[in-house]
């Protein structure tokens, strides 16, 4: 039976040129080098310059991932962007990307779910694609997260970062088993009696001000591989797939323990784990496709390669995306 399914056609990514490193970290808060390392994986995240906004990031990563793709912006139809961190409150910053690209068709718009937000955004994009409203899809994670932490807490301050990723979907025809090209299976979840472990303190109908990061790390560490290995475990049942037979594994890369230790209980081996947390640290929304994109361009992602996406973010929100190359 003929089925039709969302096929990555290329890929992209942005970081900003200024480079944040532990040490530059250490003078301005009480922490080391050696603190954050043992704790996290992170040596160095990117920070948007002045000026830099959300839009800028999303569309140096977008135009990246068309022209890898070999395609015209004209011919994308819808435009997925997933961030916590928009330009302005409204229109939504998928709109000014839109734009930016010189599309005038189509449709375009922001999704929000803070960590989970790639695969919340391209599992609704597959959505669209399957379901005939749209052809070419561009969807894209972009933050600038250095905004909404507060850079007196070290707790906080340390892990995050600025980016974006991108990756345009199209449209094909498979034959609806496991073998085919593209997204094969999409799992998400959310539970709202988490919400105060990880949120911001801010907002338009709360404060009127856009807030600070607020997050007890022990409690999000302590849910994040029990809730992560959850939708996994669900796209392996779905799809016949194992942790043998994956060739590639791109969690979300917020922590280097919590990758590791997510790999670990899942029984994926660790060559086939994709971790770039070191180099850019948290970047909420953007953290999957930087990483992926990385893979992808180092020739260690290849055709026909099945490779597993998930992440875990605030709400909680939590997904995985299992697809073929």
Not at 83 to 91: Q, V
Not at 98 to 114: H, S
Request: proline residues 2%.
């Amino acid at each position: 039976m003929s089925v039709t399914r969302s096929v990555i056609l290329g890929t992209g990514s942005y970081l900003p040129a200024k480079r944040l490193t532990n040490d530059e970290l250490a003078e301005m808060v009480d922490t080391s080098d050696e603190w954050i390392v043992q704790r996290t994986g992170i040596q160095a995240r990117h920070i948007a310059a002045r000026g830099e906004m959300t839009s800028d990031m999303a569309v140096a990563a977008a135009w990246r991932a068309l022209e890898a793709a070999g395609v015209a912006p004209e011919t994308i139809d819808l435009i997925v962007l997933a961030t916590s961190t928009p330009d302005n409150t409204f229109p939504a910053t998928a709109v000014t990307v839109q734009a930016k690209l010189g599309i005038t068709t189509g449709f375009a718009f922001d999704l929000q779910a803070v960590c989970s937000g790639f695969v919340y955004a391209l599992t609704t994009a597959d959505a669209y694609l399957r379901g005939g409203l749209a052809k070419r899809a561009l969807v894209i994670g972009a933050e600038t997260f250095s905004r909404i932490v507060d850079w007196s807490d070290r707790t906080t301050c340390v892990l995050f970062g600025d980016g974006a990723g991108a990756v345009v979907l199209e449209a094909r025809e498979g034959t609806g088993d496991a073998s085919d090209r593209g997204i094969l299976s999409c799992h998400l979840r959310s539970d709202g009696r988490h919400k105060d472990k990880l949120y911001v303190d801010g907002g338009p109908s709360s404060t009127q001000t856009v807030g600070h990061l607020k997050m007890e790390g022990r409690e999000v560490y302590k849910h994040a591989v029990s809730m992560i290995t959850d939708v996994i475990e669900d796209a392996f049942s779905a799809t016949g797939i194992t942790a043998q037979t994956l060739d590639w594994f791109v969690p979300h890369q917020a922590n280097r323990r919590i990758i590791e230790a997510s790999a670990k209980k899942l029984g994926i081996d660790a060559d086939k784990v994709v971790m770039t947390v070191g180099e850019h640290g948290n970047t909420s929304a953007a953290s999957i496709p930087l990483a992926l994109d990385s893979a992808v361009r180092d020739g260690r992602i290849k055709a026909d390669d099945t490779v597993m996406l998930e992440a875990m973010g605030g709400g909680f929100t939590w997904g995985s995306v299992l697809l073929r190359w």
